[in-house]
C-alpha cells in the first residue's frame, strides 16, 4: 500500500460538533459513492495493439497488468462508510486544542490526575471493527484501496493561525501481525511500521512488556492515531501470549482507553477466539463486522469483476466471454477473485505462442492447475467443491418414529473428551458462544435474590428454574 504525506488542508465538517476540531477538518471532505469508487480502483491501460505482436515474449510480460487490476465491488461501501465513520468518530473526542485531549497525552490513561480539566474527563470513542473471511477473497485487497483514499500522514503547521499541539496526524497504520507472534511481538510491530511510515529511526522497545504497552500506546497519542488495523489476527498463538484472555484484554484496553478504532482482519477461526469473551466480541464488532465469501455467479460483483478482467487478453484472437467460460472460472475458484485472476493470467500464459490461442475451458483448468496448485487442495475449496458437485446422499432417519419419540440414549463411558450428554452439548455450545448472553436473561439476580429465602430450592423448583428430571424434558 503506497503511503502518502499530505500538509493540511481544512474543510468545514457537516457535523457542527467537529467545527474547530483540526484532525477532523483535514480529513477528505465526505464524497458520493460514485466518486469514491473512481479513486479507489485501478485499470491499467489495455495496450490492445500489443495482441497482435508478434513476439510472444512482448505479449507475455504484459500479463503483469493484471495483478494491478482494481475493481471496486459493491461489498466495499459498507466497509468504506463504517472505516470513514469510525475515524473521525474516535478524533472526535481528541481535539488537540481541548484540555482534556492535553491531559490524555501527558498521563497514563489508567493514572489521570484526580483533578479534571475545566472540558471534563477524557471519555474514549474508539469502535471495533472486524472482518473475517477466507484467503483470497479480497479483505486485504479492499482494506488497502479503502485506507488509499485518506492520506497515511497529515502535518498540521498552524489551525487559524494556532500552532497544533502534536502536528504529525498518522490517518492509519495497517500491520501485518507476525506469525506464531505474543502481544509483545504485535506491539514491536506496531512500532516498527510507525517508525517507517514516519521516516524516522527505529525505536528501541521496551524491555518488560508493561512497559512495552506503555511505551507503544504513547506514540499513538502523540501521533494523533486514526485507526489501527491489524491484518492475519489469526497468526497470534494464544499459548504464547498466556491464553487468549490475555490478547483480549490487551485488545479492549486499546479500543476502551485510548479510544483508538481498531480494525482486525483475519481468516476463521480468529472470530471463534473473540466470541469466546462477551466484552471482547462487542468491541470488535461495534463499529462493523461483516464475514467475506466468495462471489456467487450470479452476483453484481462477480458480472462486473469477470466482466472487467476479461479485457485484459493479449491472446490472438480476442475470446469473447460466454456462459460456459464464465462458469467455468467461477466453479475452478469458487468465485475468490484472487484465485480467478490468477488462473486467468497462467491460462493465457500458456496460450500465448501456440497455434490456437483460443481461451478455452480446456485451458482455463490448465490454468487453474498452475496457479491454484497449492489452494485448490485448502479444506475451504474442498469444503466449497464438495458441496456444490457431489450429490446429496439419503437423508437421515429422523428420531421421530409413528409420532412416538425414540428413547434418546445417555454416553456413559469414561470417555471424558466427548460429552457425556450430547443431547445437551448443541445447547450448551449455543450458550457458550453466544456474544448476546445478558440480552437472553431475563433477571440477572434472581439467583441472588432467592438465596435469602429460607425455601430457596422449593421456590426454584416451583417455577421449573430446577427440574428433578431435566432428561424427561427431551420428551
Not at 484532525?23 to 500489443?50: G, T, V
Request: charged share 25%; aromatic share 8%.
Amino acid at each position: 500500500m503506497m503511503m502518502t504525506i499530505e500538509r493540511a488542508q481544512y474543510s468545514k465538517p457537516i457535523l457542527p460538533e467537529h467545527s474547530g476540531n483540526p484532525l477532523i477538518e483535514a480529513l477528505p471532505p465526505k464524497k458520493s459513492w460514485e466518486e469514491i469508487m473512481f479513486h479507489l480502483s485501478n485499470y491499467p491501460d489495455l495496450a490492445e495493439d500489443i495482441a497482435n505482436d508478434p513476439d510472444p515474449l512482448v505479449r507475455e510480460e504484459y500479463l503483469n497488468r493484471i495483478s494491478e487490476l482494481r475493481q471496486p465491488l459493491t461489498e466495499y461501501k459498507d466497509c468504506f462508510r463504517a472505516v470513514e465513520r469510525v475515524i473521525k468518530q474516535g478524533y472526535s473526542s481528541r481535539n488537540p486544542f481541548s484540555p482534556t485531549t492535553a491531559q490524555y497525552m501527558h498521563y497514563d490513561v489508567e493514572n489521570l490526575p484526580k483533578v479534571l480539566p475545566r472540558t471534563g474527563k477524557f471519555v474514549p470513542k474508539g469502535e471495533g471493527l472486524t472482518l473475517i473471511g477466507d484467503s483470497g477473497v479480497g479483505k486485504t485487497t479492499m482494506i488497502e484501496q479503502i485506507l488509499s483514499y485518506f492520506p497515511t500522514v497529515i502535518i498540521h503547521e498552524s489551525y487559524l493561525g494556532n500552532p497544533v499541539p502534536f502536528p504529525q496526524q498518522v490517518v492509519s497504520l495497517k500491520v501485518d501481525c507476525p506469525s506464531n507472534s505474543s502481544v509483545r511481538d504485535l506491539c514491536e510491530e506496531i512500532l516498527a511500521t510507525l517508525d517507517l511510515t514516519l521516516g524516522r529511526e527505529k525505536t528501541k522497545p521496551e524491555k518488560y512488556i508493561g512497559s512495552l504497552i506503555r511505551q507503544m500506546e504513547q506514540q499513538i497519542k502523540i501521533n494523533n492515531l486514526g485507526i489501527l488495523v491489524i491484518d492475519e489476527m489469526q497468526n497470534l498463538q494464544f499459548a504464547r501470549t498466556g491464553g487468549e484472555s490475555n490478547l483480549l484484554k490487551f485488545i479492549h484496553r486499546l479500543v476502551n482507553k485510548l479510544g483508538i478504532p481498531i480494525f482486525f482482519i483475519a481468516n476463521p477461526p480468529f472470530d471463534q477466539s473473540l466470541v469466546k469473551e462477551l466484552k471482547a466480541a462487542r468491541r470488535a464488532e461495534s463499529g462493523f463486522h461483516r464475514e467475506m465469501h466468495g462471489l456467487d455467479i450470479s452476483s453484481q460483483s462477480w458480472e462486473v469483476f469477470i466482466g472487467q478482467l476479461w479485457q485484459y487478453q493479449w491472446t490472438s484472437p480476442f475470446t469473447e466471454l460466454n456462459a460456459e467460460l464464465n462458469s467455468c472460472l467461477h466453479k475452478l475458484t469458487c468465485g475468490n477473485i484472487d484465485m480467478a485472476a490468477r488462473t486467468f493470467r497462467e491460462a493465457q500464459r500458456l496460450l500465448i505462442g501456440s497455434t490456437d490461442e483460443r481461451i478455452t475451458e480446456a485451458s482455463l483448468e490448465a490454468g487453474y492447475n498452475i496457479a491454484c496448485g497449492l489452494t485448490k487442495q485448502t479444506k475451504e475449496v474442498v469444503r466449497f467443491k464438495t458441496s456444490t458437485t457431489l450429490p446429496s446422499g439419503p437423508t437421515r432417519k429422523s428420531t421421530q418414529s409413528n409420532g412416538l419419540s425414540q428413547k434418546i440414549k445417555v454416553d456413559k463411558t469414561g470417555d471424558v473428551t466427548k460429552p457425556q450428554h450430547p443431547e445437551f452439548a448443541l445447547q450448551l455450545k449455543t450458550l457458550l458462544e453466544d456474544v448476546d448472553l445478558l440480552s437472553k436473561i431475563p433477571d440477572v439476580d434472581r439467583l441472588q435474590r432467592i438465596a435469602e429465602f429460607p425455601d430457596a430450592i422449593a421456590v426454584l423448583k416451583s417455577d421449573r428454574t430446577i427440574l428433578n428430571d431435566p432428561l424427561l424434558e427431551l420428551d
